[in-house]
């Protein structure tokens, strides 16, 4: 008797709710075995996979009308609930949260549909409570210490017993361990357990992010020790079983400041105008063994996290930037995927396969773009017996690119910030990251491989991970639909919405003013991409098989990959193993996409605050932007070449009452008519910084007011 078997009584043996006795019954549990029962019981209902209701009785969640999910909190009070099985989100109302905290796993129940279809709900019970620490500015009357998050997703100030206040100060930010829970109105409790500091020291604005998420910094002691056991050097017993492939040119090609390195490649073109590309990626799960303490802080971390001056590894440095980083000029240990693509870039076959590797050179984006795009003489000087290689790669490129357009895989292109900072960690600049042909050809080749794994172990039916994009929720389509027509953008959301039709509004708004907000507005329509078990295909990509095998060093998921995926082709997935993945997966999958997220919320509060930082010097100075966003209670307008987004709340606007239309995203003036909507141009003038809630507040300029 298992979990799986308990499961399938309850979901599929009855048509109501059973009792521990009709459960015991049913799976001849007898005598001593029911308390074994009671604990699988137990399991499921934490797990979220059945729920407890009255009367000690259990039952799936869906034939009750309850889902199970993640709750994401929004400052305004209310939250929506990610839901486990994916689908759309649920809204739980403010009055519906019953003590659930922000990031808590929940059971909810539907309670109906408001407007615009929106399903709406009220949390029954908390699964697993995910916030234990909250960090926040410590504050004290003279009966009473709080602290008052510093996070606005977390909605209630943490009570602080002066007992428990430790060290602290009126004013410091602090980091406080929850030491009872929010119930029945009461506001949860804590303890003060680390002060960082003022908030105007060096290091505590970023401290206080790490903190705030919960990012694990320090790696524990047995985990460091395993990776000091590891070679520093590749033994030579490893390579026994493995092609050899050091004397193929191989390079790597990654930013100036990166020190691990995930993928090095490989071209040969034939006489008859195929291409071979092998894309070797480092052989993390050689080192990393399934259980033991790397492998366990790897799943607990789950990505490494980038911020701007730091980055906080999934893998300890001796193996992230030593033994399992394609250094140049040093035996690396692969798994490499061969390739031979046709003229048009079709796939005419390929191999996987474990390898050995030595990179002859480290380049850099920058490096290859002079090569390539600038023909400079002193880079090509530098690299000459590898021109012919970087050609070939950008012809293969080219033709990947096209064979990808073709079948309507969707490339928004956004620009992205990147942050300048001085040696004192502060904002000198924020500029637009360039992307250049060398990052196109290295995303080309890294998506080949990933969809070429996927397909692989796809055919061979056996547990997996894939890296998976729904198709968007109509409703949202039918939204964007409107919005796009105000700019006179054909669109037509009838039916099955393909990805041609997206990537035909990228072509319209091709070069024209407004291609950059309807890029965003679109992108925001559609769902977010996860991790499952199951293959349902990546919409954006338009791609029917897809999966993350390419950068091992820094996300569990593609561990994982590389883990099966060698187990398949030397022929040791055993039945046994098989059984196993199938049941251990699911929840790697589920937590994989969860600190994928929580590391990318982490870096928008990172660069959120760095933008703050560097306009905390301009108040009352004034700049060109569009309206990026509008709401109901103001225009958000992003400045425009330099990154930073700020709100004109609507009380700013002090000519007219504004009246809020959702469907057309814009604001329209009761007595005058004046509309603001995304795309128009404005000028604003810098009201105020808020450094604790990393937000800028504009102004309008008055000369910049639209005429009705």
């Known amino acids: 008797m298992n979990s799986d078997d308990i499961r399938e009584i309850i979901v599929n043996r009855s048509g109501h709710p059973l009792e521990v006795k009709d459960i015991a019954r049913l799976a001849g549990v007898k005598g001593a075995a029911r308390r074994e029962l009671k604990r699988l019981l137990q399991e499921l209902v934490e797990r979220g996979e059945i729920v407890r209701v009255r009367g000690d009785r259990y039952g799936p969640p869906k034939k009750m009308n309850m889902e199970t999910g993640v709750l994401q909190c929004h400052p305004e009070g209310y939250g929506f609930v990610r839901m486990d099985q994916g689908g759309d989100d649920i809204f739980v109302g403010p009055r519906s949260m019953e003590g659930a905290m922000h990031g808590d796993r929940v059971v909810v129940r ?127 017993s490893a390579f026994a079983g493995r092609e050899d492939l050091r004397q193929l040119p191989t390079v790597t090609i990654d930013g100036e400041t990166a020190k691990d390195f995930d993928d090095a490649v490989s071209v040969k073109k034939h006489d008859d105008g195929r291409i071979r590309l092998w894309v070797h990626i480092a052989d993390v799960s050689h080192y990393v063994k399934e259980k033991a303490p790397l492998d366990e802080e790897a799943y607990r971390r789950g990505t490494s996290v980038y911020f701007p001056d730091r980055a906080i590894p999934m893998l300890p440095e001796a193996l992230s930037n030593g033994i399992c980083s394609l250094n140049p000029q040093v035996d690396r240990l692969t798994v490499t995927c061969e390739i031979v693509f046709d003229k048009e870039g079709k796939r005419l076959d390929y191999r996987l396969y474990d390898s050995v590797i030595k990179s002859d050179e480290r380049m850099t984006y920058t490096a290859v773009r002079e090569i390539l795009v600038d023909k400079d003489p002193a880079q090509c000087a530098r690299y000459r017996p590898l021109l012919g290689d970087f050609a070939v790669m950008e012809e293969l490129f080219g033709r990947l690119n096209k064979k990808r357009k073709e079948r309507g895989s969707i490339d928004f292109d956004l620009p992205e910030p990147q942050i300048i900072l001085d040696i004192q960690g502060k904002t000198t600049a924020i500029i637009e990251s360039e992307r250049n042909v060398a990052h196109r050809i290295i995303e080309e080749f890294m998506l080949a491989a990933n969809e070429t794994v996927a397909e692989h172990m796809a055919r061979r039916e056996v547990p997996f991970i894939y890296r998976v994009h729904d198709e968007p929720d109509p409703g949202k389509i039918a939204d964007f639909q409107e919005f796009a027509a105000q700019f006179k953008v054909g669109f037509k959301a009838v039916g099955k919405i393909t990805p041609s039709a997206f990537c035909g509004i990228l072509e319209q708004v091709a070069g024209r003013p407004e291609e950059k907000l309807i890029n965003q507005v679109l992108l925001r329509s559609m769902k977010q991409a996860c991790y499952v078990t199951e293959n349902v295909g990546h919409f954006g990509l338009a791609a029917e098989y897809y999966t993350h095998f390419t950068s091992p060093i820094r996300r569990y998921p593609d561990l994982i990959v590389h883990r099966i995926l060698k187990e398949q082709l030397s022929g040791k997935l055993s039945k046994g193993k098989k059984e196993h993945y199938q049941s251990v997966l699911p929840d790697i999958a589920r937590r994989s996409s969860e600190r994928e997220r929580i590391a990318m919320e982490a870096e928008r509060e990172v660069v959120s605050l760095k933008k703050a930082q560097f306009m905390s010097d301009k108040v009352g100075q004034e700049f060109a932007g569009l309206v990026s966003g509008v709401t109901a209670f103001g225009l958000f307008v992003e400045l425009t070449d330099i990154f930073v987004e700020g709100l004109i709340h609507v009380s700013a606007l002090r000519d007219d009452y504004y009246a809020y239309e959702e469907k057309k995203h814009r604001l329209v003036g009761e007595r005058t008519g004046r509309t603001f909507t995304i795309g128009d141009p404005v000028r604003v003038r810098v009201e105020k910084v808020d450094l604790e809630r990393k937000r800028v507040d504009f102004e309008l300029v008055r000369n910049s007011d639209r005429k009705p």
């Open 110 to 236: 539907l309670e109906g549909v408001r407007k615009f279809g929106r399903r709406e709900a009220r949390v029954v019970r908390v699964l697993e409570r995910r916030t234990e620490r909250v960090v926040g500015r410590f504050e004290r009357d003279r009966r009473y210490c709080w602290v008052v998050p510093s996070n606005p997703r977390i909605l209630t100030d943490i009570l602080i017993p002066v007992a428990e206040r430790g060290e602290a100060r009126h004013g410091q930010v602090v980091t406080a361990e929850i030491t009872r829970y929010p119930m029945g109105g009461r506001s949860p409790e804590g303890r003060v357990v680390r002060v960082l500091g003022w908030g105007d020291e060096a290091g505590v604005d970023i401290e206080t992010i790490i903190e705030a998420f919960q990012l694990p910094v320090a790696f524990p002691h047995d985990v460091l020790a395993e990776a000091k056991r590891i070679p520093r050097e590749v033994q030579e």
